[in-house]
């Protein structure tokens, strides 16, 4: 089977995946999307297969709340996140709703060590529970509403890798926590410490 048919059969996957299991406050709002690779450049079909939003992007991230997000002017000929280009939102309609400002983790390639492990196995990008952790220009990460209101200031808390919310609440890596060593902590959706860093 061709690596971009492969890829494309297992992004379906991964959408369905996440569209079944996906019941965060924000809702989806009508059928979900799925990544689709084609070439370089990624971009949306429907559960029938049919291109909604025809390959123009970098990269890709599954829909989840109603929302994808894209990479634009990264490389994506490796067929996986790329580290430069510009990060965004878009509705069902392809349309941007949140510009690409945002960047990506850095990916320096095996043997990571283990902050930048963190960053590389990060949940961003995709929101949940009405919320996505994304990368500003500093090393840290946010959480920002469908508005690209920032809700959590990563450079506060000193969020060096973020995952999704569950139940109310979310894994992040804090820099330097108190020990003097990078642990994992969990915030609630004020970015309140509820569990203090300690894994």
Known sequence: MKPHILLTYSCLILGLSLWSCNNGSGGIQGPALLV??????????????????????????????????????????????????????????????????????????????????????????????????????????????IRDSVVIDGSKLRILSARRFHDGIANVLIDNSPTGEDLWAYIDKKGNIVIPPSF
Do not use: C
Request: net charge negative.
């Open 36 to 145: 689709s690779w084609q070439g370089n450049q990624f971009g949306y079909i429907n559960e029938e297969g049919e291109t909604v939003v025809p390959p123009q992007f970098a990269y890709a991230m599954p829909f989840a709340e109603g929302y994808g997000a894209i990479n634009i002017g990264g490389d994506g000929s490796r067929g996986y996140m790329p580290e430069g280009g510009k990060w965004g939102f878009v509705n069902q309609d392809g349309r941007i709703k949140i510009n690409p400002n945002y960047f990506s983790p850095v990916l320096s390639g095996a043997p990571f060590n283990l902050r930048e492990l963190g960053d590389v196995s990060h949940e961003g990008y995709i929101f949940s529970e009405g919320l996505a952790a994304v990368k500003d220009i500093t090393k840290y990460w946010k959480y920002i509403n």
